[in-house]
């Protein structure tokens, strides 16, 4: 079983910048695949950027299409905890942000939720314009 805890949430002015952390701990070495979801009132969880490893190596990432450029997603092995640097922000990015992992290599772009099986409690990120 894996554990996750988002920090890093708050709220920041238009054009501000925000970096949400996702600490893991647990069955770790299990874990191939992270990603951020996010989701706004009234509004379906949707897919925002994931990374998928093994080992010491990263194999792939990948974004939706309306933060490439903006956001960008990383980790830190030795601290078992996964980055979302976002810049940029803008009003339409408020959302409750949650971190998710996955066993699975996922190489097919297949970023729906059923392919996590942990999650976070979430954090909220607000932007005013």
């Known amino acids: 079983q894996v554990q996750l805890v988002e920090s890093g949430g708050g709220l920041v002015q238009a054009g501000g910048s925000l970096r949400l952390s996702c600490a893991t701990s647990g069955r770790t070495f299990s874990i191939h695949t992270m990603g951020w979801f996010r989701q706004a009132p009234g509004k379906e969880r949707e897919f925002v950027a994931a990374i998928g490893w093994s080992g010491g190596s990263t194999y792939y990432t990948s974004y939706t299409d309306s933060v490439k450029g903006r956001f960008t997603i990383s980790r830190d092995n030795a601290k078992n905890t996964m980055y979302l640097q976002m810049n940029s922000l803008k009003p339409e990015d408020t959302a409750v942000y949650y971190c998710?992992?996955?066993?699975?290599?996922?190489?097919?772009?297949?970023?729906?939720?059923?392919?996590?099986?942990?999650w976070g409690q979430g954090t909220q990120v607000t932007v005013s314009s």
């Open positions: 998710a992992a996955s066993p699975l290599f996922i190489y097919d772009n297949n970023w729906s939720g059923a392919n996590f099986n942990s």
